[in-house]
């Protein structure tokens, strides 16, 4: 059975810089504290060789690999990696058969890393899920997609998620001053010096993507020509040359003022100073698709249903930035700024996700209603007592039926405002007899 990370053993010769430098243990990794700890549940797992199947979720760049490869340098079990996009039903049932022989022969655990897991189709995933439940593989997924949403809810059940953030920039500085500073798994005999403001831009610009930053850093080094001495010396031209990206022609205090003046100018209503904020930022090296995402967002969160148009709007700028590139894009991302300054202003859907989040975690004993569930999975004694399900369409659209669990009825979250559309949702709902 091969084992995850001793397919090819080159960490020391040609591997890439992130792949030497990733770290064995738990002891060098650097980032998700608020999972990885001392002390925390992952970290107390990985370290008895206790892990139980797990999902690790985050941004690419972020350690999930990382965390893989530690476990597997952890355990004295086996370490098997599938693809999820090259891998099928075959392939997880010959790991099944093994991890089965070898738990029976040998009373070995069998771990299966599963990478892009999101990508398992409901066939593929149900072929796993018998030697999951039966304890015959620890399963260990890692995705860039929300599992609760991109994968089977029988498999995602059965695993502990753990989300991973994206890096901050200090982390990111950290570990390339580290990889820079060591002589065996960074650039061994070669003498490296880089500036502090080259880092600085390579941890910026990598946007809390580790491997990202280590690429740019090892293709400065590689690319920099030695200096008589014999000293590769990389300088912040070298750093933008090998990220592509330009240093911002500001430091990093002044770019989140920049940014938050932006966002404060798009809740204002204030088009001339979110255009200048804007265009201030991009021509300092800020990637327009930051722009675009700050739109987006301020498009729920301060137009909201006063203006749903504005969210189309904004996507689309997004999708326009995408598929046209620079400078083109440049005009819907300033068309789509100018309507979600002009358009009317309403916070009232930010309001409703706030309560219904603090909600959904403080209440308890939150039972779906009978009238909503799903029949087949109903017990005998459940659907007797089932009350009927009234579909809308039969009463012209709507009919007034309990949809919240027992402990919320009568709870009210949205509450619209007589700005802009709002102003006729209010009224649909009056219409409708709902009471706000």
């Given at each position: ?6 397919i090819?053993d ?14 064995k ?12 700890e ?23 760049g ?10 597997a ?5 086996n ?20 991890a ?5 022969l ?14 398992f189709?409901?066939t593929?995933?149900?072929s796993?899920l ?15 997609e929300?599992?609760y949403?991109a ?6 059940s ?11 920039d ?5 570990a ?7 002589k065996?798994n ?21 946007a ?9 850093l ?5 690319t920099?020509?030695p ?18 990206k330009?240093?911002?022609s500001?430091d990093?205090d ?13 809740r ?10 804007s ?32 969210m ?13 590139g620079m ?20 916070n009232s ?22 009238n ?14 089932k ?22 009825v ?19 709902r009056?219409?409708k007899?709902?009471?706000?």
């Open positions: 059975m091969e084992d995850l990370f001793d090819l080159y960490k020391n010769t040609t591997a890439p810089l992130a792949e030497r430098m990733r770290p243990t738990l002891r060098d990794f650097m980032g998700q504290d608020h999972i990885a001392q002390g925390s549940l992952l970290r107390r797992a990985i370290m008895l060789d206790n892990l139980g199947s797990c999902i690790f979720w985050g941004p690419p972020s350690g999930k690999t990382t965390l893989a490869n530690i476990i340098n952890s355990t004295d079990g370490f098997v990696k599938l693809n999820a996009v090259s891998s099928g039903v075959n392939d997880v049932k010959r790991v099944a058969e093994d089965k022989r070898d738990l029976k040998h009373g070995k655990k069998t771990y299966l890393f599963l990478d892009e897991c999101h990508r189709n409901k593929q995933s149900d796993l018998p030697s999951i439940e039966d304890g015959t593989i620890i399963f260990i997924g890692s995705t860039t929300n599992p949403a994968m089977t809810p029988a498999i995602v059965r695993c502990r998620v753990f989300e991973l953030k994206t890096l901050t200090e982390i990111i500085k950290k390339l001053y580290k990889a820079i500073n060591d065996v960074g650039f061994k005999d070669m003498q490296v010096i880089v500036d502090d403001d080259a880092v600085d831009h390579l941890a910026i610009m990598a809390g993507d580790m491997r990202v930053a280590y690429n740019a090892e293709m400065a080094v590689l920099t020509p200096e008589s001495d014999g000293t590769i010396h990389v300088k912040l031209k070298d750093a933008e040359q090998s990220i592509q330009k240093a911002l500001y990093e002044m770019y989140f003022d920049l940014l938050s003046a932006f966002c404060k100018s798009l204002g209503s204030c088009s001339d100073a979110a255009l200048y904020y265009q201030r930022l991009i021509k300092g090296g800020c990637d327009p698709v930051i722009i675009a995402r700050r739109v987006i967002a301020h498009a729920s969160e301060d137009v909201g249903m006063a203006d749903p148009q504005a189309v709007i904004a996507v689309s700028a997004l999708t326009a930035i995408k598929n046209m400078p083109e894009g440049l005009l819907p991302l300033s068309q789509a700024i100018v309507y979600v300054c002009e358009a009317e202003k309403s859907v930010y309001l409703a996700m706030a309560a219904a989040a603090e909600d959904a975690e403080k209440v308890k004993d939150d039972f779906v209603p009978t909503l569930r799903n029949t087949p999975y109903m017990s005998p004694e459940q659907l007797k007592a009350k009927p399900y009234l579909y809308p369409h039969d009463f012209g659209g709507y009919c007034e039926q309990q949809y919240m669990p027992d402990k919320l009568g709870k009210k979250y949205y509450h619209p405002t007589d700005n802009g559309y709002e102003k006729t949702v209010k009224q649909i009056k219409n007899g709902i009471k706000d």
